[in-house]
């Protein structure tokens, strides 16, 4: 069977329940309920319940305190009544059955912070004596009600602090993201590629493994931009960062390292594996630009450690840019 639902820590419950079967003893109600009031959202908390079912009193179950009974008997400066229906038609009381209630305040420092209440479909008088008694049954209640209510409270700052907490490091990893990713074509960033470069090299140096990249760049994009605006030259980066994302392999990094720059290393490759990879750019590129009635093409520049030093690939593969840009542009050329 699943658990039952609790309403109130386990030691609340422990200690209010002999109690509550107490009240029903004294009084000859059929049932007896502890209720917790907050008085912040002015509700209050059916926590506990003891006795038959022949009053629809559930444990957890909610009033408004403008709609409780306790209320209804407190401003009349009362008790209880054994006459519900007559004396106070129209309430929540009358509405549920009940021919008595009784309801005393459980006081915490000077504050209800709860109450113990009784109900019957049947007229019982309650003796003074026995009033009293009930006064002193919800005193005992008062310190572990109220200890309840302090654990509810701190159950709820750490609930609002959990959040609070995941909110702040969904926004710390986009902050770590935004500082590593370019804004305009959602690449890496200069200094993302530095990072993840630097562990490359450290990788290639280490295990001997191969380790190519290309430098590329969009031919004559100053005129572009000129030409056709700012708005066309963003969207041509785009086209170029979308291409090099489709690609790319999953170890590969592609990099827009400022303007119209951008860069894709490759591990366990050669020059010449990057080289075909640099014509399928170019085309991608080109029928990109044209789709979007576009002219421009891409020059680019490659090396690798098969002819280069480690810590001379990104400027062996500059100079094969600048080389193919020299030779005419919409070209490759590799580091020599």
């Not at 020059?299 to 840019?321: F, K, W």
Request: a negative charge; hydrophobic letters at 40%; glycine letters at 6%.
């Amino acid at each position: 069977m699943p658990e039952r639902q609790r309403y109130s820590s386990l030691a609340l419950e422990h200690a209010a329940r002999p109690l509550l079967l107490l009240v029903q003893h004294l009084t000859g109600l059929d049932t007896t309920f502890l209720t917790r009031i907050d008085w912040n959202a002015l509700t209050q908390q059916v926590i506990l319940v003891e006795g038959p079912l022949h009053l629809p009193i559930e444990e957890g179950s909610v009033v408004n305190w403008s709609d409780s009974m306790c209320r209804v008997l407190f401003d009349a400066n009362l008790s209880y009544s054994d006459s519900v229906p007559s004396t106070f038609p129209g309430s929540a009381g009358a509405a549920l059955g009940m021919q008595t209630f009784f309801a005393i305040p459980v006081l915490s420092k000077g504050q209800t912070i709860g109450t113990l209440c009784g109900a019957s479909t049947e007229p019982i008088h309650i003796q003074q004596h026995t009033l009293t008694s009930l006064k002193l049954i919800a005193d005992a209640m008062a310190y572990q009600l109220a200890l309840d209510q302090q654990m509810q409270l701190q159950q709820k700052r750490v609930k609002v602090a959990e959040k609070t907490i995941d909110k702040l490091y969904r926004q710390a990893q986009q902050m770590e993201t935004l500082a590593h990713t370019d804004v305009l074509t959602g690449l890496d960033n200069r200094r993302a590629f530095q990072t993840k470069f630097e562990q490359y090299l450290l990788d290639a140096e280490t295990h001997g493994t191969g380790l190519a990249l290309m430098m590329i760049d969009i031919d004559e994009f100053k005129q572009l931009n000129d030409q056709h605006g700012h708005e066309t030259g963003d969207l041509a980066l785009q086209h170029l960062a979308q291409v090099l994302t489709a690609v790319a392999r999953q170890s590969d990094i592609a990099c827009r390292l400022g303007g119209d720059e951008f860069v894709l290393a490759a591990t366990d490759t050669d020059a010449e594996g990057l080289m075909h990879l640099a014509l399928r750019v170019q085309q991608e590129f080109k029928q990109r630009m044209l789709q979007s009635g576009l002219a421009s093409s891409l020059s680019i520049g490659i090396a690798s450690t098969a002819e280069s030093a480690l810590d001379q690939l990104l400027q062996r593969a500059d100079q094969a840019l600048y080389k193919a840009k020299a030779l005419g542009r919409d070209r490759a050329e590799r580091a020599g």
